[in-house]
Structures are given as structure tokens and as C-alpha cells.
């Protein structure tokens, strides 16, 4: 079954940090674009970063610098390592599938939550 | 960055209605540009690639056409489960922006 699982959310004060993973079954993470994308609570949605499968990474401006994007091929997992956490990275956090030659996201996972709050 | 902006915002509508959302883009994203639908408490579900490639499994009811700037998704025959959020996004440049979202609710 193709299916993305991610864990890791939770509470964590500001200027802390988290690392949320991103559990692939079904295929793998060296083959693929894997997205993390995140939704504030009532809000929309914001693309946050992508690993390509030539490795190659991609941020956002505003957590670039704090977060860092990274994958373990033989776990089949990528990794979203956030730093310096502020109160506006409260999210629910997503990583997605994007096989490539679409350019868009498939399969998603279910979210994690990540409150920043003191 | 590219801005994507959706109007409107959110509108009513009743089952069998069609319905058209608007997508634009603050600069030429060719046909780089996907639609996404959201239940609430749900992940996104891709719905159409390529500005017009509908997913498989997505009902032919939904339909999207545009390129460069200004695009459109449609619903034919609105449908009880389509009633959910709608957002654009372009995957033409880093960062992948998305639109604001189009919340479609029952009249």
C-alpha cells in the first residue's frame, strides 16, 4: 500500500525545536519529490519545503535557516528538522508525494500537529 | 514570489449546480498549476495536474482549463461530497505558493 505516515508534532516552547518524520511505504524516498506543506489552525495552506530525488532541497523564505529537510533512503524516511521555533510554525504539518512527471502532490499523509507556545 | 489569488473567496451553492472557482497567478506559470480539495480535518486531495490532467479516480464533473495567469476549475452537477475547500497552487517556482482557498458551502 502506498501510504505516507508522519509523527513527531507535539508542544514545544518558542526558539525550541522538533523533528518530525515522514514514514514511506510503497515506494521510496530516493525516487521521488517528497513536500512537507502546513496548514495554521482555520487557515490555508503554505508549501514549506520539498526534497527532490537528486537530494537537491528547497525552503520557503520564512524557515529558511531554521528548518532543514533530509532523508534516509534505506529507512525509506524523510525528516523535517525544525529550529528556532516560533509561535506562527503552529500547524498542522503534511508531507506529500510527488512521483515527479506530475508536479503535484498524490498522495498525502494524515498531518501532524505542532503547537509552538510557552 | 509568485501570488496566487482565488475568487471568490467562499460562495453557496445548491446540489446540481455548477460551480466555476478562479485562479490567478502574479506571473506566467505556464500550465504548472495544480488544484487541490480539502474536507474539513482531512488531507488535500489532488484533483487536476498540468492546469487540466484530471486525476485518476476524480469524477469527470471537476475540470480545469487555463494557462500563463488565469486558470479555472468547474464543477458540473455539484455533488454532496464536493461541498469542501478548493485551492490552487503553481509548482512553476520555488516556493510552491498556493492560493487563499475557495470554500464551497450548501446554500
Known amino acids: 500500500e502506498v501510504q505516507l505516515v508522519e509523527s513527531g508534532g507535539g508542544l514545544v516552547q518558542p526558539g525550541g525545536s522538533l523533528t518530525l518524520s515522514c514514514s514511506v511505504s510503497?515506494?521510496?524516498?530516493?525516487?521521488?519529490?517528497i513536500h512537507w506543506v502546513r496548514q495554521a489552525p482555520g487557515k490555508g495552506l503554505e508549501w514549506v519545503s520539498v526534497i527532490y530525488s537528486g537530494g537537491s532541497t528547497y525552503y520557503t523564505h520564512s524557515v529558511k535557516g531554521r528548518f532543514n529537510i533530509s532523508r534516509d533512503i534505506p529507512r525509506n524516511t524523510v525528516y523535517l528538522q525544525m529550529n528556532s521555533l516560533r509561535p506562527e510554525d503552529t500547524a498542522v504539518y503534511y508531507c506529500?508525494?510527488?512521483?515527479?512527471?506530475?508536479?503535484?502532490?498524490?498522495?498525502w499523509g494524515q498531518g501532524t500537529m505542532v503547537t509552538v507556545s510557552s | 514570489d509568485i501570488q496566487m489569488t482565488q475568487s471568490p473567496s467562499s460562495l453557496s451553492a445548491s446540489v446540481g449546480d455548477r460551480v466555476t472557482i478562479s485562479c490567478r497567478a502574479s506571473?506566467?506559470?505556464?500550465?504548472?498549476l495544480t488544484w487541490y480539495q480539502q474536507q474539513p480535518g482531512k488531507a488535500p486531495r489532488l484533483l487536476i495536474s498540468a492546469a487540466s490532467n484530471l486525476q485518476s479516480g476524480v469524477p469527470s464533473r471537476f475540470s480545469g482549463s487555463g494557462s500563463g495567469t488565469d486558470f479555472t476549475l468547474t464543477i458540473t452537477s455539484l455533488q454532496p461530497e464536493d461541498f469542501a475547500t478548493y485551492y490552487c497552487q503553481q509548482s512553476f517556482r520555488n516556493p510552491f505558493t498556493f492560493g487563499p482557498g475557495t470554500k464551497v458551502d450548501i446554500k
Open positions: 506529500a508525494r510527488d512521483p515527479g512527471f506530475l508536479e503535484a502532490c498524490d498522495i
Open positions: 510503497g515506494f521510496s524516498v530516493g525516487t521521488n519529490y
Open positions: 506571473q506566467n506559470v505556464g500550465s504548472y
